[in-house]
């Protein structure tokens, strides 16, 4: 997560361009004048001004309805992305790009493009999960040790201490290790193991929010601790977890593509990208395209997550000081 | 280390003031910014002259154009976005806006010197004191690390730091805000300038604290006979040390006089609020402090006519609607108020405490040429 | 500066009980017997059954390593919290338990063949990173909103987006496949491999690719936040002051500027030391580096797990001491911490 603290001070030095003095005061002054309305809808104006986060986002939907209707049309179109045809599998094998194929097929005469398509299913859904699952337990974890502070906070933040000095991927790997390879145990795997980040994340926006006056008030008003924290810290807190978790689903692609190719992810014959680069490796001097196009696949959707996640820190202004 | 200038140069300061200048001739200088919202009149049309031992009070709300002004001045605004777009600042009859860079470099903190608001963070956290304080030596004077050090030792006990050969060797997390303050001090007049420009010097720093610091630039510039000019949004503060004053508003000098004038004789309803505002405990009489209400306004839309006008309690139709320029109220004092010069607008209306002392020779001091 | 370290030393304590604590849950939540894994379908009498369960400390033994038993002759079962403080023990002894499919060869045996290649890879790797990474980030800076800055920017965004290995694909396909048909074969990279063993001055030309693959990613880091550092310290209030002393543009970029933007450069640096040993079984997987990271996957493929988790212990104990190194000489790098000063003032 090192790049967020890089991208956030870099926000900061855009922001002191004129060097230090009232021009900037000026500039904002006016903004304030012409605009006032709510948080997102603000953040909504100016995350379309962001033409890379557009970008981002219009590729991320695509690729969620290709993934969506697939079964509606590939089928009859580019064939099955799991089964061969044994009687013509000889001719059909890794055939080059063509109009009939545009990204060409693999050894087992099945539509690489179908695959990518198929594989897509795969990366959205353990981006997607992994992330929610490592959201849910981050948001528990940092709510624990921020809000009840203590031997609760030391104790939490020990142990996301622990888990963040354990590199991400062999720690994945080790409890593949132990749990076994497959697409349930990898959702599980990146997901529990995602969660510190958030969690520190969350605590020190829960540590922000609580010192402000209306929390105060609230207490005062004999509101209990879980009422606190759902209807007033929790929304405040919104806008940085909707940024990370954006971001994470970005790195829990590119997770799950290494577990593949490795052989400890999903495993075959089910199309994921990083098994479709696998099976690519052994030819790629004489058909290279059978690793490039899945390897397309991911650097753009990654790539659209992070223009995403980038855009949205932008336009929900947070700061991502501490992950 | 540095490159040493190897050029040959006869130093500006050691050159006589030319006939008829001013030490520095700040004139009608205007400075915008051009940013996307809009151009950001920062500096708009600013003049002042200035010579050795004389001290200049700019004193204004943030936001004024007070700092950018004299950052212009030094040559430290980056352009862009950043525009020179009119007049002059002459420094011994030359022009510093048509310097080259590298002549520019020549000046500062040789002839030109200036201090910041913070000095928490106007040092360099990772070097030594010394170091950073014989770094224009070596630069502009051409020492040796030894000759820098041997110099800046004799800095520090000038400026007040007790055990200094001892702290010339510490970093500046080690030294507490009024003593980085007198480093900063000892590090500007270093190499003896003409010139002091202390931005906000004494803000970040304890009440007490800055009685000091005011002190020891008062003292120290009897002794070098500099120049100093003191910029900062408290009356109160130029109200002992300067000799004139210059009251800035919305990137514009709205009343410029002695401190006497501009005490005592004001004619400007900002400078009523600026002085209306400083909690005074010698005043005999009790009055309430009144605050300035409003915002200073947006320098990218100035309102129309006086800038002023919307935050002022006298402000007519006129105001709106027109500019005030300059009306000389007295030889060196002048005032951007449509009604400057109605008696009983101001009699009326200035602060009751300068105009009891009204009687005192407001007009006989000149600005203190020396 | 001394407490400081100490500080360091004790807070790490912790983290290893920790980390090391996952570790042996890890190894003994494996599913299956190991002793019968490692047998296989061959039939262990019960002396040798025994020893070998001793050997893995799951029997206790007596001090002379004898097998242990109790009033009925039976072994006794090691408790839990025993076997980890043994296990610990183990790790600090370089003991890693004994490979599944290498017929009882013991992993850290295996393994230290295999680290040489890996440190190497990782070394080369480094300092492409730092250079090239730090390069960048400084002219990104320098000459903001240049061709050069976007160039970069645009850059460091594609890899951090893209598998590490696919990366290495492509530069395979180009330097080994592609330029070797172009040039009929006069010039090309190899793209498999290390050369010789003793990493001997004509083997260098196989260190290119992986190296660059393995540092890609922290380069792509490493621009960012040089970057980001230093365009954030040249706006800070002493090049403020320093400019106003007289020095040029060029002094104060690398007097005043550098020395500050390089700290948390050169720690991010230092960190990711073991980020690039982590990054190597992916890395040596596609180029056959006879390394580490190659061993790993050779194992994930075997399902040889004892030697998956004795090469990710490894890896993950080098990565704390290293981190640990780097946190205490950030202390000479930054006066702030050597002498101790409050946090708000760093």
């Known amino acids: 997560m090192a790049d967020n603290t890089a991208q956030t001070q870099e926000k900061a ?60 049309w590939v089928p009859g179109t580019l064939g099955s992305p799991t089964e061969t045809d044994s009687a013509t599998m000889a001719q059909n094998s890794r055939l080059a790009p063509s109009a009939e194929h545009p990204f060409g097929t693999d050894t087992l005469g099945r539509d690489v493009l179908c695959r990518v398509i198929y594989g897509s299913r795969i990366s959205l859904a353990v981006g997607v999960l992994a992330t929610a699952i490592s959201t849910v337990l981050g948001l528990i974890m940092g709510a624990l040790a921020a809000y009840y502070g203590g031997i609760w906070d030391t104790i939490i933040m020990r142990l996301a201490d622990i888990f963040l000095a354990f590199p991400y991927t062999l720690f994945v790997i080790a409890m593949l290790a132990v749990i076994g390879p497959g697409i349930q145990n990898v959702f599980i795997a990146i997901g529990i193991l995602g969660w510190p980040s958030i969690a520190r994340v969350f605590r020190s926006a829960i540590l922000t929010v609580k010192e402000n006056d209306y929390v105060d008030a609230a207490r005062a008003m004999g509101a209990s601790d879980a009422r606190i924290i759902a209807r007033h810290i929790f929304p405040n807190s919104v806008a940085v977890i909707v940024v990370y978790a954006t971001m994470n689903i970005g790195s829990a692609i590119l997770t799950e593509a290494a577990l593949s190719f490795l052989g400890m992810g999903v495993q075959a014959p089910n199309p994921s990208w990083g098994i479709m680069i696998q099976d690519g490796a052994t030819y790629l001097a004489t058909q290279p395209w059978l690793m490039i196009m899945p390897g397309l696949a991911i650097l753009t959707t990654v790539l659209a997550f992070t223009l995403l996640g980038d855009g949205l820190r932008d336009a929900l202004d947070v700061k991502m000081k501490d992950a | ?72 001045i030094m040559g430290l605004i980056d ?83 007790p055990n200094p050969e001892q ?33 906000e010097p004494t803000t970040a720093l304890d009440v007490t604290i800055q009685a000091q610091i005011i002190e020891l630039m008062r003292e120290m510039q009897k002794k070098n006979g500099n120049a100093i000019v003191m910029i900062t949004h408290d009356l109160g503060v130029v109200a002992d040390v300067a000799d ?127 | 500066m001394g407490k400081y370290i100490i500080k360091r030393v004790l807070q790490f304590i912790p983290v290893f009980l920790g980390v090391t604590l ?37 029997i206790e033994t007596n001090d002379d390593g004898t097998i242990k038993y109790d009033e009925n002759g039976n072994t006794i079962e090691t408790p839990m919290w025993e076997r980890y403080f043994l296990y610990v023990g183990g790790l600090l002894h370089g003991d890693l338990g004994v490979s599944y499919q290498k017929s009882g060869q013991s992993v850290s045996s295996i393994l230290a063949d295999k680290y040489p290649y890996t440190v190497r890879l990782a070394i080369v790797a480094i300092i492409l990173e730092a250079v090239l990474g730090i390069g960048a980030g400084i002219v990104s800076a320098l000459k903001r909103y240049s061709f050069w800055d976007i160039f970069v920017t645009f850059l460091s965004a594609l890899f951090v987006s893209m598998p590490a290995f696919w990366l290495g694909m492509l530069l395979q396909l180009f330097f080994g496949v592609f330029l070797k048909d172009a040039t009929g074969g006069a010039f090309y990279l190899p793209i498999s491999g290390a050369g010789g063993p003793y990493a001997e001055f004509q083997d260098w030309v196989y260190y290119i690719l992986p190296a660059f693959t393995l540092a890609a990613i922290s380069m792509a880091y490493t621009a960012r936040i040089m970057r980001s550092q230093l365009l954030e310290v040249m706006n ?111």
């Open chain 1, 13 to 72: 030095n855009d922001e002191n361009t004129l060097g230090i003095f009232s021009a900037k005061a000026a500039a904002a002054a006016v903004n304030a004048q012409t605009s006032s309305r709510t948080m997102w809808g603000d953040a909504w104006k100016r995350l379309k001004r962001n033409k890379l986060a557009m970008i981002g986002m219009i590729w991320i939907g695509f690729v969620i309805v290709v993934a969506l209707t697939a079964d509606l």
């Open chain 2, 1 to 72: 280390m540095f490159k040493k200038k190897t050029r040959v140069q006869m130093h500006l300061k050691d050159q006589p003031v030319p006939e008829g200048a001013h030490l520095l001739e700040v004139d009608d200088l205007k400075m915008y910014f051009h940013t996307q919202d809009g151009v950001v009149k920062a500096v708009d049309g600013v003049s002042y002259t200035l010579d050795r031992g004389e001290t200049l009070g700019v004193v204004g709300e943030s936001g004024s154009g007070k700092s950018v002004t004299h950052l212009t």
């Open chain 2, 79 to 161: 352009m862009p976005p950043g525009r020179i777009e009119g007049g002059d600042v002459r420094y011994r009859g030359q022009s510093l806006l048509k310097m080259s860079e590298e002549q520019m470099q020549d000046i500062r903190g040789n002839d030109i010197a200036m201090i910041f608001q913070d000095p928490m963070t106007s040092l360099n956290p990772v070097y030594t004191i010394g170091r950073q304080l014989g770094e224009g030596l070596r630069l502009h004077r051409g020492y040796s690390k030894e000759e820098a050090l041997k110099r800046s030792v004799e800095l520090l006990d000038m400026v007040g730091i």
């Open chain 2, 167 to 199: 702290r010339v060797k510490d970093y500046p997390h080690q030294f507490s805000g009024g003593m980085r303050q007198r480093v900063m001090i000892a590090m500007a007049l270093a190499c003896d300038p003409d010139i002091l420009i202390a931005d």
């Open chain 2, 244 to 370: 004139k004053i210059m009251v800035m508003y919305a990137g514009h000098p709205v009343e410029f006089g002695t401190a006497e004038e501009i005490f005592y004789n004001s004619t400007h309803p900002y400078t009523w609020g600026l002085i209306r505002s400083i909690p005074d405990p010698v005043m005999t009489e009790k009055h309430p402090l009144t605050p300035i209400k409003g915002n200073p306004p947006s320098l990218v839309t100035l309102p129309s006519g006086c800038a002023f006008s919307p935050r002022c309690p006298y402000a007519t139709d006129k105001c709106r609607a027109e500019r005030p320029g300059r009306i000389m109220v007295g030889p060196n004092h002048y005032s951007c108020c449509h009604y400057s010069l109605d008696k009983d607008f101001v009699a009326k209306n200035a602060p009751k405490t300068s105009r009891s002392k009204a009687a005192a020779p407001a007009h006989a001091e000149k600005g203190g040429e020396a």
């Open chain 3, 22 to 58: 996952i570790l042996f849950s890890l190894e003994n939540i494996v599913p299956g017997d190991p002793i019968r894994l490692i047998a296989g379908d061959k039939k262990l009498d019960p002396v040798t059954e025994n020893n070998l369960r001793a050997s893995f400390h799951l």
């Open chain 3, 236 to 346: 800070q209030d002493y090049i403020r002051t320093a400019k106003a002393k007289g020095l040029s543009r060029k002094d104060i970029v690398i007097h005043h500027a550098l020395k500050n933007a390089l700290i948390p450069v050169v720690t991010y640096i230092g960190m990711d030391f073991g980020g690039l040993l982590a990054g190597a079984i992916l890395t040596e997987t596609v180029f056959n580096w006879p390394g580490v990271g190659y061993e790993t996957y050779r194992a994930i493929t075997q399902r040889d797990w004892p030697l998956v988790l004795g090469s990710v212990t490894v890896i993950v104990v080098v990565v704390m001491v290293i981190n640990l190194i780097v946190d205490v000489s950030y202390a000479f790098l930054d006066p702030r911490i050597r002498f101790g000063a409050p946090k708000n003032e760093r």
